[in-house]
């Protein structure tokens, strides 16, 4: 079996994260990058299936600026075989819509039988590229696992909703996503940061995508950012005084901020 | 993260990834556990030394040609010891306990020597390790052991005590050093492989510590005990030259072990010192304060500094016995003062045992004793001008 497994560069969570006030983009500049932890836990559920199928092939693809080749060269040292990076100066900016036409398009000529995504990334959260993904390659998409069982002819897995859970399955190739209980991401090894230099990592730009850069500039993309604005101050929270009505205003500041 | 680590020297990118590997591990697997080791007392965490183990940890200084990682440079030792130790300080030394062992191996050691000593070292299920050359009565003045080792046929039969063995009782192998002639000093003690399990080889009771709980200490007993001429190491006579060889790679990884725990109290000391407030602002903003910070982050870096420069110069094969020292005793006494200057930050909560500078404080007092006392540091300073 051949699985992809889309990793993502992102800010480091515990340092400061800035947007740009004026274009909406990301400030990458500031602070860390690193492997998205959500992809890592994708990166795992794939290694797990080839510590008990030797055969299995791990391949994992980003798309991203240059230091995008530190995440994975990560997934690298964790047990990938290979590594796709799609590096493009007309894709910085790019939109949910164009990340994951690229990524599909990537996906589509390296060829794969399972394609494994984290449900959300910490930077964006739009929670959205693996069902666009899934989209374009006319493929069945399992969301949103809190676990998943691989077989070669079907992936099941467990996703849970307000009300209970539910059991999905599909035949592959599929699309899965999948949250932060399915699995804990394992340590890379000494040994497999001294291998994963020698594993293949090709880096791809559009052009050998066949995809025409003036298709996914950031003029043309089909969404746009509007306004960005800072997120405002905490104000003090709102003080109730009991005179006989605390549990109806208490009920009603509950209702209005949907916390029940 | 209070601080962010700018690179003293130019890493490669596989230790760059090391150098991640290992904060990560230490802040996932050690740090959290740290407490709990220090309050259970005598017991070693096996359990972490197996996940260490199948991360390479515990053998990454061991050669390839054994089945180890092969990066036996002191200045990738180093980068690992100082993040494992910024974890936990006992924990940290305890999972690279074998590296130790090795080190006498790797100076005075035949092939096959070190293929039957080294191998069972590594791998995914490595066995425990132990050095013993310190007696009741011996310690700064090694040369001064009595236990013994008379020659017999086919071998030697050794009869002695030796105390504060590290690892003793759970350790598979053990470098035991005794004399082959008690009418020297120095030039009369040799060194032996011996396994757990040999006739008349016993192990105390574990010694109570003030600190460093994750490994256990005993006395070790040989009443006795039969070594094979080919489990002598190295030539009668030289067990002495070798240890002190092995010293100068010993002391410098135990710098930086020291000055990992110093960062690691200066990180915690350096957070609580901007949150809590005390006269109407984060105390960090009251002149005392800040300057101990500034004492603490200065020592750091100087002492960070001298250990990955000595074990540089070492890796250059350079003569550094005096270098490796001066590593060693800057570095524990930056522990010592870090670890107390964040017990004094952190004030009535640095006393309590629910944070954990007190425990650092009475584990990194070991580093000015062992492996040379800082006062034999200076010996050696001294002697080496």
């Given at each position: 079996m051949?699985i ?8 480091d969570t515990f ?6 006030l004026?274009?909406g ?14 992809a ?5 559920v794939?290694l797990?299936y080839k ?7 791990v ?6 600026p240059d ?9 690298l040292?964790?047990?990938a075989d ?5 590096l493009?100066d007309?894709l910085?900016?790019a939109d949910?819509?164009c990340?994951?036409?690229?990524l599909?398009q990537a ?6 039988d399972?394609?494994v ?7 964006g959260?739009?929670?959205v590229v693996?069902?666009?993904i899934?989209?374009?390659?006319g493929?069945?998409?399992l969301?949103?696992?809190n ?8 992936i099941?897995?467990?996703?849970s909703?307000?009300?209970g859970s539910?059991?999905v399955?599909a ?9 932060e ?5 394992r ?5 497999g940061?001294m291998?994963?230099?020698r594993k293949p ?7 050998d ?9 950031g003029?043309?993309g089909?969404s746009?950012?509007?306004t ?8 003090a929270?709102?003080?109730?005084v009991?005179?006989?009505d605390a549990g109806?205003?208490?009920a009603?500041f ?7 | 993260?209070a601080?962010?680590?700018?690179e ?5 990118d596989e230790q760059?990834?090391?150098v ?8 996932d697997e050690i ?5 709990e080791?220090d309050?259970?007392?005598?017991v070693?965490?096996v359990?972490i ?8 940890i515990t053998?990454f200084?061991?050669p390839?040609?054994?089945?180890g ?9 180093c980068?690992v010891q100082e993040q494992?130790c910024?974890?936990d300080?006992?924990?940290?030394n305890?999972?690279?306990s ?5 080190d006498?191996l790797l100076?005075?050691?035949t ?7 080294l ?9 425990f ?6 007696e009741?009565d011996?310690g700064?003045d ?10 017999v046929?086919?071998?030697?039969s ?5 105390a504060w063995?590290?690892?003793?009782g ?7 050093f ?21 006739a008349g080889?016993?192990?105390?009771e574990?010694?109570?510590k ?15 005990v ?10 009668e ?7 002190m ?6 002391r410098v990884?135990?710098?930086a072990?020291a000055?990992?725990a110093?960062?690691?109290?200066y ?6 010192a ?9 105390i960090?903003?009251h ?11 200065t ?5 960070w500094?001298?250990t990955?420069?000595a ?5 250059a094969?350079e003569n ?11 570095a524990?006494?930056?522990a010592?003062f ?7 930050t952190?004030g009535?909560?640095g006393?309590s ?5 007190e425990?650092?404080?009475r ?7 062992e492996?040379?006392t ?9 002697r080496?001008l």
């Open positions: 051949k992809i497994v889309l990793v993502k560069q992102v800010p340092d400061e994260r800035r947007l740009d004026t274009s983009v990301l400030d990458r500049a500031t602070g860390e990058n690193v492997a998205d932890e959500i890592e836990r994708a990166l795992e794939a797990r510590d008990a199928h030797r055969e299995t092939e391949v994992a693809l980003s798309m991203g230091s995008v080749t530190k995440a994975l060269r990560k997934a040292s964790m047990g290979s590594a796709i990076h799609v493009d007309a910085a900016g949910a819509g990340t994951a036409a690229v599909a996906a589509k000529q390296t060829g794969f399972l394609v995504a984290g449900d959300e990334s910490t930077d959260r739009g929670g693996p069902a666009m899934a989209e374009h390659l493929l069945p998409h969301s949103f696992l676990s998943v069982d691989i077989t070669e002819n079907a099941v897995g467990e996703r909703t307000e009300n539910m059991r399955s035949s592959g190739p599929a699309v899965i996503s999948v949250t209980r399915a699995a804990d991401a340590f890379p090894s000494f040994k940061i291998t994963a230099k990592l090709s880096v791809l730009s559009l052009g995508l066949g995809i025409d850069r003036g298709v996914v500039s003029e043309r089909r746009a950012v509007v960005v604005s800072e997120r405002p101050q905490r104000t929270g709102k003080k109730i009991d005179g006989g109806e205003q208490l009603e509950l209702i209005a901020g949907r916390l029940v | 993260m601080t962010k680590t700018i003293y020297w130019p890493l490669t760059r990834a090391i991640e590997l290992c904060a990560q591990f230490a802040a740090r959290p556990r740290g407490r080791v309050e259970a007392d005598v070693s965490p359990d030394f197996q996940k260490a183990a199948e991360v390479g053998d200084m061991l390839e040609e054994f089945g990682g092969g990066f036996t440079d002191v200045f990738t030792q980068l494992l910024w974890g300080p006992g924990i940290g305890f999972l690279c074998n590296g130790f062992f090795a006498p100076a005075l050691g092939p096959e020597q070190k293929e039957k000593w191998r069972p070292l590594t791998g995914t299920d490595p066995v390790t132990a050095l013993a050359t310190t009741p011996s700064s090694s040369a001064s052991i009595v236990t013994r080792a008379t020659k046929d086919g071998g030697y050794i009869s002695g005590q030796k063995i590290s690892n003793a759970l350790a598979d192998q053990y470098v035991v005794a004399k082959t002639d008690p009418t020297q000093r120095a030039k009369g003690v040799s060194a032996f492989l011996i396994k757990k399990g040999a080889l016993t192990f105390g574990p010694m109570k003030m600190g460093q709980r994750a490994i256990v200490c005993r006395e070790v007993f040989l009443d006795n039969f070594v094979p001429d080919e489990d002598r190491l190295g030539e006579g030289a067990g002495f030259y070798g240890l060889e092995t010293f100068d790679i010993s990884v135990l710098a072990a000055t990992g110093a960062r690691a109290a990180e915690y000391a350096l957070d609580y901007r949150t809590r407030t005390q006269f109407g602002k984060p960090i903003e002149q005392a304060v800040a300057f101990r910070l500034a004492d603490m982050a020592r750091i870096q100087s002492a500094l001298m990955l420069h074990a540089r110069q070492l890796d094969g550094v016995t005096g270098l490796a020292a001066m590593a060693k005793l800057q524990s006494e930056t010592m870090c670890t107390w200057a964040a017990v004094q952190l009535g909560w006393y045992r629910e944070f954990p500078v425990q650092w404080m584990d990194v007092k070991l580093e000015e004793i492996e040379g800082s006062d034999i540091m200076r010996l050696v300073i001294s080496n």
